[in-house]
């Protein structure tokens, strides 16, 4: 019997260089872990039946009514005129099983809309962690991970859950250029304290000024759900 | 007497971000460790007169004279109708001393053409790190470590050297978002062992394909020359 072939696993640091990857064939982790994709899990994990992210403010808005509410955040913060803002506690309210939830983000909802060329986009944050690792082990494409990062800008903590699924996935998937290297070399400096080393980030920094650290130690608690979120015809689903 | 004010240092792991960095108040520090700056470093330290950087391959080529060399590189390896290529080695001939060379690489020049705006453009490698550390710690403007990257995509060793910069200059200079955070922390990490941590490092793995081990240890020595190569009038010549 033939050893499986070992699959590709690349890490886009920034939507900035979206360009230059290959997505056609490719598994493609949509990662914005302050905090739409974290939001984005909590929310399918909690019941919510669809998300439909939209990377325009006002378009988002427009989409308002009686089955489809609206969660909208700007630079860290919930904008006026929206049902709901970027906190993962929002998510949880038994209120919105079932419903449907256009989500407008500063970098998270660009990312998706940028990554929509791709064989699959699926959602991840370390609250689903196990899941997609588990979802991308039994899948047959070759990977990558794209990080929203902070309006083109990397990212500390999207980098590190990137190198979480290349450390995962050693043995399953091999890291194809630099980029996965250096968010493994990051993830395992990291791994046993991510809050400690998360907090000089900027935008650690820029949530603390926001009084949120309540939402920070959640979005970074491991594994806490079984849900996978899947793209499927622009709009994010359980798989 | 006031505390001298902090200087601001940012990194900008790839030119395909440049246009999210303002560089006209900026020092700009052009990192292309393997192997174009190290070779720039190289030539100066070793009595070439100056170096023009050229993006173009015809361009750089229609340059030779009998006052000017030619220096062309693409995917690493040196090409035919120039005088020399791409290894620090061929930069340290005496026939060199006070010439000028045309030099035209796969990133490197990309990455300093692509920082013209900049307020001044410095050319940082191992070599000469500790020389440019001392001209960065005198200077008053804000820094941005510019990494040439391979092709777009980001690469370890110009990161970690924008990270060698993040560390020295600790306490005069600090850090502006989550790219020089992650510079430090691979820095951190790789520089007692430099070699060994790029050791599965995709550009290394390509030279060592082309047999040039030599050029990479050299490369990563510390401190070597005290020439810092500033651009000025899109010329590379001695600070």
Known sequence: MAAPQLKRIDVCLSPELIDLYPLN??????????RATSCMTTALANGVAEIVPVADLDAC???????CCTAGERN????????????????MNPDLKGKRIAFT????????????NAAEIIIGSFLN???VVRYLKAGTRDIIAVCAGWKGKVNLE???FAGALVHELAGIAEPECDAPLMALHLYRQA?????GFLSNSSHVQRLKRLHIEKDIAFCLER???EVVPVVRAGVIVRA
């Open 25 to 34: 064939d490719r598994t493609v982790v949509v990662i914005d872990i302050l």
């Open 61 to 67: 808005r427009a989409m308002r009514s009686d089955s």
């Open 76 to 91: 860290g913060e919930k904008l006026d005129g929206f049902d709901l803002g970027n906190s993962p506690f929002e998510y």
């Open 105 to 116: 983000t500063t970098n998270g909802t660009l990312a998706i809309s940028k990554s929509l």
């Open 129 to 131: 962690l196990d899941a």
């Open 158 to 160: 999207d980098t590190l």
């Open 191 to 195: 791994k046993d304290d991510l809050a």
């Open 223 to 225: 594994g806490k759900y």
